[in-house]
């Protein structure tokens, strides 16, 4: 057994893991906020990539620059996209609301091929050297920045959650909507903030991935392989969601190792999670944090 390719993949498996992990966090913050789950979250990695991209190559900013610039452009774009398309749609059933963002990800595919084409693109050279050697392991330093956002996002919705005075309107909205606008905390705003939200911590995903394997419509396929592990963690937890990136992100890294060495079964990189959380849903069917329902007949 090659250990030392072992060692490595369980390495970058953890690092993407934490990316998953924040995608994740984005699922569960609009789920817990509107009960919706959106489908268009991988649209939001892919559109934030693209622009930041834009801002690079075309104003040929700093990539620091660029990239803050790309935070403000999302957060806004996510807080307008609720109060345009998704707001009219409050008091609608749950499945019409999900169809809109299932409809929204084929939109912003199709846009974003119109408007940047369908080739790869790479971005500009960020850091002078692209990898160091940590313990005898070779880590992408755009890995390495991701690791250090991911840590810096989590305990930013850490401590915005449990001090913020917003933070706690939106924990209120998440436990009960009516009970909440009783006591005078705007749903609406709670909506948007969340969108807002969610698409800004996307977006931060989608450049740091785009930096390692460039900027292409791949990007937007992370949205549904993150949801398995937001459903493995459960679906209306924050804490769960990190786990469950983690998990998906080694898991994904394990299965390409031993089926390139022994099994040559082929794909696993892409099925194995999948199996995974239906083998996990069959003992926890709430995932492992989730809350469960308990309704009485």
């Known amino acids: 057994m090659n250990v030392e390719l072992l060692l490595q993949l369980i390495t970058n498996g953890f690092i993407v893991g934490l990316l998953y992990g924040v995608v994740g966090m984005c699922f569960v913050l609009v789920y817990k906020s509107t009960q919706v789950v959106n489908f268009a979250q991988g649209e939001f990695l892919l559109v ?14 700093p990539f620091f620059v660029g990239f803050l610039l790309t ?4 957060a806004v774009f996510g807080v307008l996209l609720q109060m345009i398309v998704l707001r009219p749609m409050i008091g609608e059933p749950i499945i019409s609301v999900i169809m809109v963002t299932i409809g929204l990800s084929i939109f912003f595919q199709s846009l974003t091929k ?31 920045m991701s690791t250090v956002i991911a840590l810096i996002i989590m305990v930013s919705f850490f401590l915005f959650f449990k001090y913020s005075k917003h933070g706690l309107a939106m924990r209120a909205t998440a436990f009960d909507q009516q009970v909440a606008q009783s006591l005078g905390i705007s749903v609406k705003h709670v909506f948007a903030m969340s969108w807002g ?17 460039g900027v292409s419509d791949s990007l937007s396929s992370i949205g549904i392989k993150v949801f398995p592990a937001v459903i493995l ?37 892409d099925i194995a999670p999948f199996y995974v959380l239906l083998i996990i849903l069959w003992f926890k069917p709430y995932g492992l944090f989730g809350t469960r329902d308990i309704e009485r007949v």
């Open 48 to 61: 934030g990539a693209w622009v930041c991209w834009a801002f690079l190559v075309y104003m040929e900013l």
């Open 71 to 74: 935070l403000c452009f999302m």
């Open 114 to 144: 119109w408007i940047f084409g369908v080739s790869p693109q790479s971005y500009p050279q960020v850091f002078d050297t692209q990898s160091i050697s940590i313990f005898g392991l070779n880590v992408e330093l755009a890995y390495l």
């Open 197 to 213: 939200i969610a698409s800004t911590v996307s977006a931060t995903a989608g450049v740091v991935i785009g930096m390692v394997n």
């Open 233 to 269: 963690g459960g679906l209306d937890s924050i804490v769960g969601a990190i786990v469950g990136g983690i998990v998906i992100g080694v898991l994904e890294n394990v299965a390409e190792f031993f089926d390139s060495q022994y099994l040559h079964i082929g794909n696993m990189y």
